[in-house]
T-cell receptor
Framework: GAGVSQSPSNKVTEKGKDVELRCDPI?????LYWYRQSLGQGLEFLIY????????KSGLPSDRFSAERTGGSVSTLTIQRTQQEDSAVYLC?????????????????FGPGTRLLVL | GIQVEQSPPDLILQEGANSTLRCNFS?????LQWFHQNPWGQLINLFY???GTKQNGRLSATTVATERYSLLYISSSQTTDSGVYFC????????????FGTGTRLKVLA
């Protein structure tokens, strides 16, 4: 597609429910990133994928969070047993490629985000 | 872990004015990015700049890695420059993980 898309754009859920957030990167982009932005706060890096592989999952806030990517394209971020502190905007970005530890020059293109509210 | 501090936290400018935003970081980094988040929440990558100086139109950035800071210059500011500017650094641990500053909120008045 023309840009990074995310769905749903808004999600309201009850505490304890599971939610699944979806990211469609720009076609041909091998690297994909998930970030979280809590209300009035800065950005928090969660996880990245190079292809279908996520080499470092330590940025995920807890074991209730998981992410996967299939076919080198769509990625889903799943939050199990949601808590009120999970309320935030979840942003996805993609870039052509990424070489961790090197001075990557690939621009990240961001989606519009999913606004999650846990009641 | 690496600490990233940005200053000033808030800035109000009259259209046409110039400004300098600063990002200090506490350790060696592999990479540094500047982002702009517009008032509608859309994030745009402005610069990848682990060292040296880059320019893109009215924006330029300089990173002095040995002194652990980066500066973002905005010249002849426009109302469309309003939003939040974030600095993010990638550490040298060998895995990709960007740490963000808390941002500088800029408002440009017409």
């Amino acid at each position: 597609g023309a840009g990074v898309s995310q769905s749903p754009s808004n999600k309201v859920t009850e505490k304890g429910k599971d939610v699944e957030l979806r990211c469609d990167p720009i076609s041909g982009h091998t690297a994909l990133y998930w970030y979280r932005q809590s209300l009035g706060q800065g950005l928090e890096f969660l996880i990245y994928f190079q292809g279908n592989s996520a080499p470092d999952k330590s940025g995920l806030p807890s074991d209730r969070f998981s992410a996967e990517r299939t076919g080198g394209s769509v990625s889903t971020l799943t939050i199990q047993r949601t808590q009120q502190e999970d309320s935030a905007v979840y942003l996805c970005a993609s870039s052509l490629w990424l070489l961790a530890g090197a001075a990557s020059q690939e621009t990240q293109y961001f989606g519009p985000g999913t606004r999650l509210l846990v009641l | 872990g690496i600490q990233v501090e940005q200053s000033p936290p808030d800035l109000i400018l009259q259209e046409g004015a110039n400004s300098t935003l600063r990002c200090n970081f506490s350790d060696s980094v592999n990479n540094l990015q500047w982002f702009h988040q517009n008032p509608w929440g859309q994030l745009i990558n402005l610069f990848y700049i682990p060292s040296g100086t880059k320019q893109n139109g009215r924006l330029s950035a300089t990173t002095v890695a040995t002194e652990r800071y980066s500066l973002l210059y905005i010249s002849s500011s426009q109302t469309t420059d309003s939003g939040v500017y974030f600095c993010a650094v990638e550490g040298t641990s060998g895995t990709y993980k960007y740490i963000f500053g808390t941002g500088t909120r800029l408002k440009v008045l017409a």
